[in-house]
């Protein structure tokens, strides 16, 4: 018999830091910077990454140190998931916070981190260093598809 995996048993609450950590499925998009109409609260995404998110392997370059380098950078934790409207769709957190399963690219489930840039899930290829963008432009980047990543992947 097959035990259950602990995202179908656990609240966010209940898992270790080791279990938390592990539900991130590496896509890159909360990395994205995003911009918010000051007047209607609405958030909306662009392709300008974050100074550490490395554009190849959707990863931070420096995670122990992130807040330091990037004092805005946000640290998520379970109180927070239903909070940040942002979050992706396909974002790990967001599905097991919603009583939903993950979907087969995420690593927890296909055992393999690569699938969630196989899938088409991640920001792999599509961003631009915040370092090579003056801020006054980043409206110049606003993209849709962070909200739209895996609509046709099941």
């Not at 300008?48 to 122990?64: E, F, H, R």
């Not at 807040?67 to 927070?80: A, E, M, N, R, S």
């Not at 979050?87 to 995420?106: A, F, I, K, N, S």
Request: hydrophobic residues 35%.
């Amino acid at each position: 018999m097959t035990e259950t995996p602990y995202w179908k048993t656990k609240s966010l609450v209940e898992m270790s830091l080791t279990e938390w950590e592990a539900l991130c499925d590496g896509c890159g998009l909360c990395c994205l910077n995003k911009l918010e109409d000051w007047d209607t609260g609405e958030v909306v995404f662009t392709s300008v990454a974050c100074t550490l998110l490395d554009g190849n392997t959707c990863q931070c370059k420096d995670y122990s140190h992130r807040q330091t380098i990037v004092p805005d950078c946000i640290q998520l934790t379970p109180d927070q998931v239903d909070t940040i409207a942002w979050l992706p769709p396909t974002c790990g957190y967001r599905l097991v916070h919603e009583g939903r399963d993950l979907y087969w690219w995420h690593p927890l489930v296909s055992g393999d981190p690569d699938t969630v840039h196989q899938a088409g899930i991640s920001a792999r290829g599509r961003t631009i260093s915040e370092d090579e963008v003056d801020v006054e432009d980043f409206e110049d980047f606003v993209v849709d598809w962070p909200l739209t990543v895996g609509e046709t992947v099941e």
